[in-house]
């Protein structure tokens, strides 16, 4: 019963991302990264370099565009593949390590529903991709340690974690973590030739070959994205997991505030999971070093030597990186490998305990509550016309199509239009995609000046009423406004 409501759900999430792929409007870091990488030539995409360039995923883009022509879905289909990937692998993943009862269930769901997740498994950006590939690896090496010593998983695991830091650079933590561990394995099983011929060359090299010429290109001044502490790192994760976009305030109403899951989270479940997780991966290490046969650990103690031990691994290393080179903290996005990470480790914990019955309900039981009211959370949260990182371009498309709505009532030979500065990529790519010429390209400039129009955010709505515009659209969830000049246009309004 629990597999089938997994596949029903996993049938829902596909055809959710389907329609948001197909309907929502573009965001900025979509449409700058194609101005940038997709406008032109292919030789672009390895001349250049920029954080948003996630060169596996670009490459793909620019191949869907090529054979379909350039419109928001062809853009994300590439990423669209990606999230049927990753709910497919996390499918497979989650049976492996919880079986197929009501904690494989929770833990498909936890993983596959979080609304940042979703975000990423249909938004032209190689982040989904990227995580996919990393949890396909991760299951590789988990069937091969559970008994499985078919060489052919040591090289998936292998090009995995390389098609996975191809996809996406912000993967190379998790990645370099979860090699040094399986690697372990290797070693630990005798297998040195194996791990060298199969695994790590396969993996460096495939990277490399799709990286590295991009990367020459690149200086520190290109990796901005990130945040200065931990603090405002998991806050802002929490966030768009919780809070991805406004619910009807008589739901909002009845459910815990932003301070209660920040402190829930940042004070009590993410110290005392990597802990555990710490305690727990080095508990199955020494055993399995000792002599203990790893596959007879089963499944959650395996995730948690792999998958618990990368998530330790990687926080440890970000925290090094922070500390030596002023290396950023995890933006949302660029930390999303956290969320299934940290889910299913939390969820392994009691999982592990096996026939300890009385201990595993003691440790599982409040994680399970939890577990099962974040599900409820996510349900609510569920996005349909918002990524939640880019909520002020949700109206965008609406904005452009309403401006050409008007100029085919009475056309003007030009039209300008002052914006808030972040919009510009997307009312651009509009403006392209519809060959709109007699749209001149907005320009990140201050909007306090002359023009036919004016798309502003909240930062800049001060001019509507400073100038006396007329407000002509304003979508309050994403903060944005088109408005004109009073007393403009009046004989056709």
Known sequence: MCRRIAILLLL?????????????????????AESLFLNGHISRLFNSYDASHHVLHTLLTKLSVLAFGLSEFTLRLPSLLGGLFYLATLYRLTRHVFGGGGQFLLAFALAGLNPLVLDHLSAARGYGLALALFLWSLHQMLLYSGGDHDTSRVLKAGLGLGLSVAA??????????????????????????????????????????????????????????????????????????????????????????????????????????????????????????????????????????LGGGSLVLSVGILVALHGAMKVLYPYARTGLYLIPLFTLTALALPASLGTRRRASRLVGGPLWAVGAFTVLIYLLQLPTKVYGEWTYDSSTKDIVNLIRDRQRERPLSRVRVGITWMLEPSINFYRRIYSLDWLAPVERKDPDGDYDYFALLEADAALIKKRGLRVLFHDPAAGVYLAEPAGLRQSYR
Do not use: C
């Open 168 to 305: 996406n650079l912000t993967l190379l933590v998790p990645a370099t973590a979860l090699a040094v561990l399986f690697l372990l394995v290797l070693v630990r099983s005798g297998r040195l030739s194996a791990a060298l011929d199969a695994f790590v060359v396969p993996g460096i090299v495939t990277a490399f070959v799709i990286v590295v010429l991009p990367l020459t290109k690149a200086t520190r001044e290109h990796f901005y994205v990130g945040l200065a502490s931990v603090g405002e790192s998991l806050r802002l994760l929490v966030a768009l997991s919780m809070f991805h976009h406004p619910l009807d305030p008589r739901v909002s109403a009845v459910l815990p505030q932003p301070d209660f899951w920040y402190a829930l989270f940042g004070y009590l479940l993410a110290p005392a999971v990597l802990a555990a997780a710490g305690a727990a991966a080095s508990v199955v290490l020494w055993r399995w070093w000792r002599g203990r046969r790893l596959a007879l650990a089963g499944g959650p103690a395996r995730f948690l030597l």
């Open 12 to 32: 829902i999430v596909l055809g959710l991302n389907i329609y948001r792929a197909w309907t929502q409007s573009i965001t900025a870091d979509e449409a700058f």
